[in-house]
T-cell receptor, first 117, second 111 residues
Framework: GAVVSQHPSWVICKSGTSVKIECRSL??????MFWYRQFPKQSLMLMAT?????????EQGVEKDKFLINHASLTLSTLTVTSAHPEDSSFYIC?????????????FGPGTRLTVL | QKEVEQDPGPLSVPEGAIVSLNCTYS??????FMWYRQYSRKGPELLMY????GNKEDGRFTAQVDKSSKYISLFIRDSQPSDSATYLC???????????FGSGTRLSIRP
């Protein structure tokens, strides 16, 4: 299947700092990528849809000024957590559909574990 | 009421047993149904992907979708200790690629 990578796999930062997480589609192009957050023993919750060449679409309750998304190319989307707080500590996962249709199978990255001290 | 309901478990069965995992949903607009396996501290891995009602088999895994009952199932035959993981059901409507996940069922296969 298609491969999606994330970098870094884990990061620890101090409260108030910003952290950037990268999501790359390695063997296919993705005009759309998705960012999820997963708290311990909970399911994945969609945060936002990243669109290449246009603004991201955020889910209700997700602060767009805090979680900055940039879809720089057809293979790269970045999520920047600005002014991080301990409650932002979570597992962040991206995904991308491997085909051109929105309903095509989505493949997930390995996730980035963020710990804010 | 959540759009997708899934028993969180944990579910523990002996090696070789048949495992049945289930989800119910309330949104009749869902057209695509998926099952993902997630190991601890890893991203979800797609196991099964089905469209509309029916059955789909892939090796030891069988996915069933009953849209009339809004009920989907995943069966694992000849379960192995390596199948121990959290299994997430997921669904998607026909007009958008937004995936709605169940809460996940933690499965443990005892050797």
């Amino acid at each position: 299947g298609a491969v999606v990578s994330q970098h870094p796999s884990w990061v620890i930062c101090k409260s108030g700092t910003s952290v950037k997480i990268e999501c790359r589609s390695l063997d296919f192009q993705a005009t759309t990528m998705f960012w999820y957050r997963q708290f311990p023993k909970q399911s994945l919750m969609l945060m936002a849809t990243s669109n290449e060449g246009s603004k991201a679409t955020y889910e209700q309750g997700v602060e767009k000024d805090k979680f900055l998304i940039n879809h720089a190319s057809l293979t790269l989307s970045t999520l920047t957590v600005t002014s991080a707080h301990p409650e932002d500590s979570s597992f962040y996962i991206c995904s991308a559909p491997a085909g051109e249709r929105p309903s095509d199978e989505q493949f997930f990255g390995p996730g980035t574990r963020l710990t804010v001290l | 009421q959540k759009e997708v309901e899934q028993d969180p478990g944990p579910l523990s069965v002996p090696e070789g047993a048949i495992v049945s995992l289930n989800c119910t949903y309330s949104n009749s607009a869902f057209q695509y149904f998926m099952w993902y396996r997630q190991y601890s501290r890893k991203g979800p891995e797609l196991l099964m992907y089905t469209y509309s009602s029916g059955n789909k088999e892939d090796g030891r895994f069988t996915a069933q979708v009953d849209k009339s009952s809004k009920y989907i199932s995943l069966f694992i035959r000849d379960s192995q200790p390596s199948d121990s993981a959290t299994y997430l059901c997921a669904m998607m409507g026909s007009s958008a690629s937004k995936i709605i996940f169940g809460s996940g069922t933690r499965l443990s296969i005892r050797p």
